[in-house]
């Protein structure tokens, strides 16, 4: 068993009953609303769920335990780092004088908080040999835009105007290409080498008066470090063009690598990934940007300032004209960021060091334990926090898919890795172990992957129909989209029979 | 390493496996003159040292004033409910339901959230989930130009301004340009969206509008012309998106109901606690006809192979991991754990208990607007509000500050929140919600008083009072 209830339930909608729950909030006074006029007026009560307090929280507690997650086992999601969330991190969040700060109220009653950041940034620009950052971006894709649109300012105060192309190698993240296009730029898409990297010479020829910015992942999604990364960022300043490092694979270089001294003229962090804060479910995240010395001046605002009399306070409206201006509302996601700054003293510089040798001593161990079962499409070099295996052989000698391992893993109670992704290896499976799983996990999640492999020559259907021990099976995705029911309608609901 | 579980023993036997001597033989294909010079951090804090210190932080900060300050982000009360269903691991510390097998609860909630927040905006599609309500408007305003083919959005002033500038920001890139609409300066319309100056933005022919952008109630707390700006932006072939504020919902017309092809707006006060600026949850709806248009997750009902209802991350091709260049939008990871919050809450208030969270809002303004009537500070416009309005009050940012010193948070003042507008110079945007008590409007009204003729601070705070900086000097403590 995978995930520990396997009752579906009723929607809340039917769950609902009229004239259940209440005792919340203390009624109205009758008039309350006679001021309002009635054109602006809602003409009777939304039609939302009423459910007494035991009833709607069993909903929630019972669905709760249908999904699998990192407290409840083993997430190998590469290029999530799904690590160990620290409970304190979300006790430390939840402090009444972070959680109940108002986001405009006056620098002079926000001193703690804003101590906090200020000190996070000092944090993020020495582990990135970052000259400054904002911590502004909600996640990291909004920090790619930010990123790009801060390379975009920086040419256009140049007058270099006809830099209208963003170089991205075909291993990256969806994220690049989609953020080049949202900041008006072309995507042009560099092939990768045999070994993995960027293939060095078409990445030259496709270089030149036209390039705003290349963007780079490092270590790559493939999980290796980009060993000509040198002569790639020389290619890049050389031509005029800056240099975009994408960070979400920080978790493996911690210590080892700084892309600031490097010579990345700008960077995004996922502290969801590298800095534990937890995922949520699908958010939030925060996407701190570090930059170097080029585009300081455009960073958005407002930052924090640390004052003379060593205060510290916001940027007022305008102070910095500059500045590409604003990515969202307020200072930034700064519950997140609460959670990561608490991560990074946990650890010191010693300790977040061995959060990458750990992260990377696992992969290469896991990595290890399958060789011989998988094919390894980048051969036996080290990896760094991830690695990709390909089930192509088995596939051609067994029929038996990625996909399908992947859902049979499920029955083996793992969350199986990502599949076909980078999208250039076939039948592709990238897996992140992180470096707070313990080696009996490492080993037993091994021993499954080489079970499968066994049980696809010898009993393929069993894992062609996986997962057999799941809530639900395996889901009919094309009726979702050809026949889309994206809300609770009383009518669309019963043509669907309820769970019992 | 606080969280890590391996021994020496364990890592040997790695080494062995993986048939390596040292860890550092794992990073030598980084090039020896770009490896990291040192990483210069304070040392490892223990649990219990680092958590005297985050609280030590959190207490520098000033929560218990009497506060009336709203300007787009509210206090509420949370049931307590919330936070402990929030609090499950199997909740948030799950990622993006790529494997629905063992995702059915994520996906359900996204599914009962989409189906919520259609209910509060009458409209049918719901993305799940923006970063916040600036950059849900800010895709809202894309999406009429990629839906429109056209390349002008106006936006009215009256917009929060934050929303404004992220429009601005999220426009630089594509060739797209913003456009402010004024406000109506003076008489019973003033402070709201001016249609005759919308009507003339709307009709220039060789610039066409994609989208018209207004706020109900607006940033100034009054409420807009909504069905008047629809038509009008309808008129030109223009779409028309309305900010929204959730609990306002359900008291006010829903946007589907005048005429609004997209809403977007925060969904901070479904719940989720101020937290100096998030995260919170960017709310984003359109038609049933802008669905191929709308960026950000959505999930569907259908049926696994066995026939048993399932729930499905669907129309996944407007996203950038299958479409890359050609997406929607770039958004990957977004709000999903504070849309759970959101949904949560309503099913926890209910809809009865949301319309008195609304109503009581808008009766301690009423009350909190008499009060400040009373002692020299009188509503600057005119028109109706529902729970935010100005005050008008000479030297507002002084007075602020002193106020301030004696514990109360009076607002904003918006000469500094909006330096460039003559019309607020004197204006303190102040806001009541069902968390405000009398108490608190009784000590807001008599201090006021007290600072606008000139009495020095009572007793209890005399000596702060009176040198620069009371509540500041306790904050700084």
């Known amino acids: ?77 590469g290029s999530c780092t799904m690590k160990w969330n620290p409970k304190l991190n979300e006790w430390a969040a939840r402090l009444p004088g972070f959680a109940g700060l108002h986001p405009m109220a006056p620098d002079a009653v926000a001193q703690g908080t804003l101590q906090l950041l200020w000190e996070l940034e000092a944090a993020l620009a020495e582990i990135s040999g970052m000259t400054a950052l904002t911590l502004q ?37 969806g994220t690049n290409p989609a953020t080049a296009t949202m900041a008006g730029f072309t995507t042009v898409t560099i092939p990768s080498a045999a070994d993995g990297g960027v293939d060095l010479d078409a990445f030259r020829a496709a270089l030149g008066p036209r390039t705003a910015a290349v963007m780079i992942t490092n270590p ?36 080892r690598f700084k892309p600031g001294e490097a010579g990345f003229d700008v960077m995004h962090f996922n502290v969801h990934k590298t800095f534990s804060t937890p995922h949520g479910g699908g958010g939030p995240g925060a996407g701190p940007v570090g930059v170097g010395p080029k585009l300081v001046a455009y960073l958005p605002s407002p930052r924090v300032i640390r004052d003379e009399d060593a205060g510290f306070r ?55 334990r399958l060789a011989g079962t998988y094919d390894e499409p980048y051969g036996d070099r080290p990896c760094k926090h991830e690695f990709v295996v390909s089930a192509a052989s088995l596939k051609k000698a067994t029929g038996v898919r990625t996909l399908d391992i992947a859902k049979r893993l499920i029955d083996y109670g793992y969350h199986p890795p990502t ?82 | 390493m606080p969280y890590g579980p391996h021994t020496p023993a364990d890592r040997a036997r790695m080494l062995a496996t993986i048939g390596i001597g040292s860890v550092d033989e794992l990073f030598a294909d980084i090039p020896g003159k770009l490896r ?144 402010e609409i004024p406000l109506v300066a003076d008489g019973l319309a003033a402070g709201t969206t001016d249609l005759a100056a919308l009507e003339r933005l709307l009709a220039d022919p060789d610039r066409a509008v ?15 012309p909504m069905s008047d700006i629809g038509q009008l932006a309808h008129a030109a072939g223009a779409l028309f998106v309305a900010v929204v504020e959730p609990v306002s919902l359900a008291v006010l017309a829903p946007p589907g109901e005048y005429g609004a092809d997209i809403a977007a707006g925060e969904g901070q006060p479904l719940g989720i606690a101020p937290q100096y600026g998030g995260p919170y949850l960017g709310i984003l709806a359109s038609t049933e006809a802008l669905v191929r248009q709308i960026p950000g997750r959505l999930v569907g009902m259908t049926t696994d192979i066995d026939g048993k209802r399932a729930f499905v991350m669907t129309m996944r091709a407007r996203e950038q991991d299958i479409r890359r260049e050609k997406a929607a939008s770039n958004i990957c990871t977004n709000q999903a754990l504070l849309a759970l919050a959101a ?77 460039d507008d003559p019309a607020l110079a004197d204006g303190l945007l102040v806001c009541a919600t069902e968390v405000t008590t009398h108490d608190e409007i009784g000590r807001f009204a008599a201090t006021l008083s007290d600072v606008l003729t000139g009495r020095p601070p009572v007793a209890v705070e005399a000596g702060a009072g009176t040198a620069r900086g009371g509540a500041v000097a306790e904050a700084r403590r």
């Open chain 2, 36 to 179: 990291a010079s040192s990483l210069d951090l304070p040392e490892p804090e223990p649990e219990l040292s680092l958590a005297a210190h985050l609280q030590a932080l959190a207490a520098r900060n000033r929560v218990d004033l009497a506060s009336f300050l709203g300007a787009g982000v509210y206090r509420h009360y949370s049931p307590a409910a919330i936070d402990q269903i929030l609090l499950r691991g199997e909740w948030y510390t799950a990622y993006t339901p790529y494997q629905p097998e063992i995702s059915q609860g994520t996906l359900q909630s996204i599914y009962e959230y989409e189906s919520l927040i259609a209910e509060l905006v009458g409209l049918d599609v719901v993305s799940a989930s923006h970063y916040d309500g600036a950059a849900a408007t800010a895709e809202a305003a894309l999406m009429t130009c990629r839906a429109t083919r056209r390349e002008r959005v106006l936006v009215s002033r009256a917009v929060h301004r934050h929303y404004r500038e992220t429009i601005e920001t999220y426009f630089m890139g594509g060739g797209l340009t913003v456009e």
């Open chain 1, 314 to 368: 916001l940027e007022r409206p305008g102070e910095r004209p500059t500045s590409i201006g604003r990515m969202r509302s307020f200072v930034g996601n700064t519950g997140v960021l609460v959670r990561a700054y608490a991560y990074i003293r946990a650890h010191g510089g010693s300790g977040l060091r061995e959060v990458s040798d750990d992260a990377v001593l696992a992969a290469n161990y896991l990595k290890a």
């Open chain 2, 343 to 419: 949904s949560v809450y309503l099913a926890m208030v209910g809809p009865h208990g949301l319309r008195d969270v609304a109503a009581l809002g808008a009766a301690r303004a009423a009350e909190l607007e008499t009060a400040l009537a009373a002692v020299g500070a009188p509503r600057l416009h005119s028109g109706p509000y529902l729970n935010e309005f100005v005050v008008r009050v000479p030297g507002a940012a002084e007075v602020h500050r002193l106020l301030l010193e004696r514990g109360v948070l009076a607002g904003l003042v918006l000469a500094e929140a909006e330096p």
């Open chain 1, 220 to 255: 790559s999604t493939l999980g290796l470090f980009e060993a000509r990364i040198g002569e790639l960022l020389d290619a890049v300043h050389e031509a005029g063009a800056l240099a975009y490092m994408d960070g979400a694979n920080l978790n493996a270089i911690l210590g």
């Open chain 2, 210 to 224: 994609a989208g018209v952008v207004a706020s109900q109630p607006n940033f100034l707390g009054l409420l807009e």
């Open chain 1, 1 to 77: 068993m995978s995930v520990a209830g396997n009752r579906l339930q009723p929607t809340i909608f039917e769950k609902s009953s009229p004239g259940r729950g209440g005792g919340k909030i203390p009624h109205a006074p009758k008039d309350a609303l006679d001021r309002i006029p009635a054109a602006a007026r809602r003409a009777g009560p939304a039609a939302l769920p009423e459910l007494n307090e035991p009833e709607a929280v069993r909903h929630y507690v019972n669905l709760s335990q249908l999904n699998y997650a990192v407290d409840t086992g083993f997430y190998p999601l």
């Open chain 1, 419 to 500: 599949i076909y992704f980078p999208l250039i290896v076939e039948e592709g499976m990238l897996i992140e172990p992180t470096e707070t799983e313990p080696i009996e996990t490492l080993d037993a999640f091994a021993e499954a992957l080489i079970a499968i492999a066994g049980e696809a020559r010898t009993d393929p259907d069993l894992v062609h129909e996986a997962p057999h021990d799941t809530p639900v099976r395996r889901l009919d995705e094309v009726k979702a989209a050809r026949q889309p029911n994206l809300r609770w309608r009383p009518m669309a609901g019963a043509q669907t029979p309820c769970p019992d």
């Open chain 1, 137 to 173: 971006p909600a996640a990291g894709a909004q920090g790619e835009l930010t990123g790009i649109l801060m390379i975009r300012a920086y040419h256009h105060d140049r007058g270099d105007l006809d830099r209208t192309e963003v170089l991205v190698p075909d291993s990256s993240h």
